[in-house]
Structures are given as C-alpha cells and as structure tokens.
C-alpha cells in the first residue's frame, strides 16, 4: 500500500505538496484498480469451486444436476446464468488458480473457452509475462489459434485449422 503521508517542500519558492498529491493519488488508484481485479479473478474462481463441489457431491441425485443447479442458483442470487457457467468452467479449466497478476478477469473470460489444457496455459502464461491487454491477448487468440471472437459463451472452442468462432460475453 502506498504511503499516505504527505509532504511540504519547497521547491523554487511554491509548494510542491500539490506533485506529492498527484503522485500518490495515482497510486493509490492504481493499486486499488490492482486488487479490484485480483479480488473478481478471486471470487469468480471460488464461485465455480462452490458449484462444482455442490454438483460433485449430488451427482448421484441427477442427471441434469449442474444444468439445473446453474439455473436455480442464478435465479435465486440474481446473477445471470451465463455468469454462472463462466464461474464453473473458470474452476475447471484452472483447478489451481495460480498467481497471474497481469491477467484480469477480461483475459481469463478470452483463455476459458479454449478447451486444450496445455494451449490454454500457454497463452495464459505468455499473456502474463507479456503483460498483455486483453486486446493483445485476443489479436493473439484470433491470429495463432484462428479464432473469431464475439457474442455470449455457450459451449467450449478447439484449435481447428478452419476458422471457428470463439463467442464471449462481458458480465
């Protein structure tokens, strides 16, 4: 956390105190804008834990258990079921969420449709390093794995040498 302590110089005959101000509202805003985004990658990775735990568990009772789960869970916390299905497919596609601190959860909602676990972790891990925008990531995306991206995630795409169309949705 940045220092909050602010300072009064005198630099050539002003205060200089209006700089040290900027400078540390900048980085408390950026620093807040960091956990804001680790806190949603965070809780979208628990939510899918907790429901595919619950479905886990019951599977047994069902057969369309986590179709039905989704839709009676969204319904019940007011939370699109679409939300609720990126959560689900978040966990499982990253049963161990490591610490990627440059990936937002914008390039997690471009990684998740991948289906290839290993393609998948590549890009997530060159998009980290990189630190990548999302825009990079997705030119990437599109231009080595030939995928269109737009519209709402329904189902999950594969690395096809035709182009295919890889659909995602902002919450």
């Keep these: 956390m940045p220092n909050l302590t602010l300072t009064r110089k005198r630099t050539n005959g002003?205060?200089?105190?209006?700089?040290?101000?900027?400078?540390?509202?900048?980085?408390?805003?950026?620093?807040?804008?960091?956990?804001?985004?680790?806190?949603?990658?965070?809780?979208?990775?628990?939510?899918?834990?907790?429901?595919?735990?619950?479905?886990?568990?019951?599977?047994?009772?069902?057969a369309d258990l986590g179709d039905r789960t989704i839709e009676k869970l969204a319904e019940r916390v007011d939370v699109d079921v679409s939300v609720l299905q990126r959560c689900k497919?978040?966990?499982?596609?990253?049963?161990?969420?490591?610490t990627w601190r440059e990936l937002t959860w914008s390039h997690f909602r471009l990684l998740i449709p991948i289906e290839d676990d290993k393609t998948r972790l590549e890009f997530?891990?060159?998009?980290?390093?990189?630190?990548w925008s999302t825009d990079k990531l997705e030119s990437v995306i599109r231009s080595e794995l030939r995928y269109e991206i737009s519209g709402p995630v329904e189902h999950t795409a594969k690395s096809l040498p035709e182009r295919k169309t890889l659909d995602i949705r902002l919450l």
């Design 14 to 62: 002003s205060l200089a105190s209006f700089e040290v101000l900027v400078r540390k509202v900048r980085e408390t805003i950026l620093f807040g804008q960091q956990r804001i985004e680790q806190e949603k990658v965070q809780t979208y990775w628990k939510t899918g834990q907790f429901i595919n735990r619950h479905i886990l568990l019951n599977k047994n009772k069902r």
């Design 89 to 98: 497919q978040f966990a499982e596609r990253y049963p161990v969420l490591a």
């Design 124 to 131: 997530t891990e060159r998009a980290n390093r990189g630190a």
